[in-house]
């Protein structure tokens, strides 16, 4: 008797690829119309969200892919705001040639600060990291100081091709299409032959060089490459804010991007999107709840900041207690519950 053959692979392919399809236009569209239908903070908001993905993304597949535990991101960032203040101010050349070039510094220091991985995992690569992060800090303190002043770098109003591109409306656009192509490259990744070596490295590099995959190569490009791209969203975010100072990339922040991927959700592209978003919008709202009851006798709602920081733990020990798997596998859950109750299951 002859085995029949199941369809269902080759049927859900189309339509994998169709839904993601729908969703690629809804997204691009929702970008496209943000800015034209809510008020100017939201937009500002939402361009904190975009900036935010595009740091939290990369992290995400270096950490939640390829199984490297890094606080590095923080000093990725400034790595590239300042190579790319010091391309911009030295030779004079626009946003892009100053992204390119904090891109391939990003992915220098990426390479060697990824070397200890070739021999450390877990809580140890996790310290080397940390190490590299005070190290490259302090280097950038003291290029600060002969460089630019004690007040750090400041960015000319971002100007393209003559254009000028400072207001709040044409920033949102900007970092979203930078935000989005990162998104883009990142999701072709992971669905090549180079994410499932990820994969297969972070489940087991053993295994992995068992099967003849390289593991050091797969992890030094994987290093190489998201420290690239977290450089040049460096560039982009000291573009935004108008400046950059080592002040500003503190362990803290490097701590923020971690919180983004944990609960948003560890190896998902959509994790990365829904953790951005979210732990953008904990400041928002702890600063209208001080506003409106951190007066006088308003306890712990007088200090937002204090505050913000034991949100962010209690978020992630809830996460990492209650659903490792983040706001992403809520929203799966949610999803196949939706799906059942449509079939009558």
Not at 26 to 47: C, E, H, N
Not at 171 to 194: C, D, P, T
Not at 219 to 235: C, E, F, R, Y
Not at 315 to 335: E, N, Y
Request: glycine share 10%; with cysteine; aromatic share 8%.
């Amino acid at each position: 008797m002859t085995q029949s053959t199941s369809l269902a692979p080759p049927l859900a392919r189309p339509r994998a690829a169709g839904r993601r399809t729908v969703l690629a236009a809804l997204a691009v569209a929702i970008i496209a119309v943000l800015p034209l239908v809510v008020s100017p903070y939201w937009t500002t908001v939402a361009t904190n969200a975009a900036l935010a993905f595009a740091i939290a993304a990369p992290l995400n597949l270096l950490t939640g892919n390829a199984g490297q535990f890094s606080l590095g991101n923080a000093a990725f960032l400034v790595v590239g705001a300042y190579t790319g203040a010091y391309v911009t101010f030295t030779f004079d050349l626009e946003l892009p040639i100053a992204m390119l070039a904090a891109a391939a510094a990003g992915a220098l220091v990426g390479l060697i600060v990824g070397l200890p991985s070739l021999r450390l995992r877990g809580a140890y690569l996790l310290m080397s990291t940390l190490a590299a992060h005070y190290i490259l800090v302090f280097a950038a303190l003291k290029f600060q100081t002969s460089q630019f002043g004690a007040a750090g770098a400041i960015f000319p109003p971002l100007r393209i091709a003559g254009v000028d591109l400072s207001g709040e409306r044409s920033m949102y656009f900007v970092i979203a299409v930078f935000a989005a192509l990162i998104g883009l490259i990142i999701a072709n990744i992971m669905r090549s032959g180079h994410g499932r070596a990820l994969e297969a490295v972070k489940a087991r590099d053993v295994a992995a060089a068992a099967c003849g995959i390289s593991v050091a190569r797969a992890k030094l490009w994987v290093w190489s490459l998201t420290s690239a791209m977290i450089a040049a969203a460096g560039v982009l975010q000291a573009y935004y804010l108008g400046s950059a100072s080592v002040e500003y990339y503190t362990l803290n922040l490097a701590i923020t991007y971690v919180a983004m991927i944990l609960v948003g959700g560890l190896g998902s592209l959509g994790g990365s999107l829904l953790g951005a978003c979210f732990v953008t919008l904990v400041p928002v709202g702890v600063n209208h709840l001080s506003d409106a009851y951190g007066g006088e006798g308003g306890g712990i709602l007088a200090y937002p900041h204090e505050l913000q920081t034991v949100i962010y733990g209690l978020i992630i020990i809830a996460f990492v207690l209650l659903k490792p798997d983040g706001l992403i596998g809520l929203v799966r859950s949610a999803t196949d519950r939706v799906v059942r109750v449509r079939q009558g299951r």
